[in-house]
Structure formats: structure tokens, C-alpha cells
């Protein structure tokens, strides 16, 4: 009974090493994966905000990110499914596009802050040019 639970056991652990596909011919590069991934999230992020503009644009932001990386469809589909046989492999991409976006959510933090200190900054100064103008005596005569 034991020997069997080591054959098993065995068999289970090499099961999973398999591979469920075979690399297709026209896989798509991992580093180009990734970053289609990151575009397909951010312009499906941004289309949940904004539904009216990408509808009266007709804007499917698979099919422009797809274009813009001159990847086809049936490409895409078959890499993805490729990669997804793959789970280790997969979860490290889809990590990869979360530090991305975090990086990129940073920066634009980042420029947030500095922008609106600069309007901030730009405020004061027409506030203090007005506050200058009040103060200077007015002449009656034109």
C-alpha cells in the first residue's frame, strides 16, 4: 500500500511537469506579452471610467493594442493560451505587469503632485498680483 502511494505520488508530480502545448510557431515574445497585457488593462481601466468616449470612438482597445504591437488576433489567442498552459511562467508575466502599473501609477502620481503644486504655485501669484492692484491707490482722474 505504501509502494503504491509512492507511485502515485510519482506520477502526479510528473503530470504536472508536462507540457500541455507545444511552443507554437509564432509565439509572441514574453517582454512583448507583458507589455500587451499592461496596455490591454490600462485601456480596459480606462474604458470602464470613460464607456461613452471609447463607444462613440469606436475604440476596442484589444484590437489597438493588438495593432499597435502588430500582433494578429489569432496570434494573440494562441500565445496567451500557450503561456496560461504554463502556470508558472504565466503568473510571473501577469506579476510583471503589476509592478508595471504600480511603477507607472507612481509616476503619474508623481507628475500629479508636481502639477498642482505648479497650479498652486501660479495661484498664489495671481492672487498676490490682484492683492498688489487693490492696494495701489486708485487715481480719480483718468
Not at 83 to 88: D, I, K, Q, V
Not at 113 to 120: E, F
Request: charged residues 35%; neutral net charge; proline residues 4%.
Amino acid at each position: 500500500m505504501k509502494n503504491l502511494w509512492v507511485i502515485l505520488l510519482a506520477i502526479l508530480l510528473f503530470s504536472c511537469g508536462e507540457k500541455l502545448l507545444d511552443k507554437p510557431e509564432d509565439l509572441i515574445p514574453k517582454d512583448k506579452m507583458i507589455n500587451i497585457l499592461r496596455d490591454i488593462t490600462i485601456l480596459n481601466s480606462a474604458r470602464s471610467i470613460s464607456v461613452t468616449v471609447f463607444h462613440d470612438q469606436k475604440i476596442d482597445p484589444t484590437t489597438f493594442v493588438l495593432s499597435k504591437y502588430e500582433v494578429d488576433s489569432l496570434q494573440f489567442v494562441i500565445s496567451d493560451r500557450y503561456y496560461a498552459s504554463l502556470p508558472n511562467e504565466y503568473e510571473a508575466m501577469y506579476v510583471e505587469v503589476e509592478k508595471q502599473l504600480e511603477q507607472k501609477e507612481e509616476h503619474v502620481s508623481e507628475a500629479k503632485k508636481i502639477k498642482d503644486s505648479l497650479d498652486l504655485e501660479r495661484k498664489l501669484k495671481q492672487s498676490k498680483k490682484m492683492k498688489d492692484k487693490l492696494k495701489r491707490p486708485m487715481d480719480s482722474l483718468p
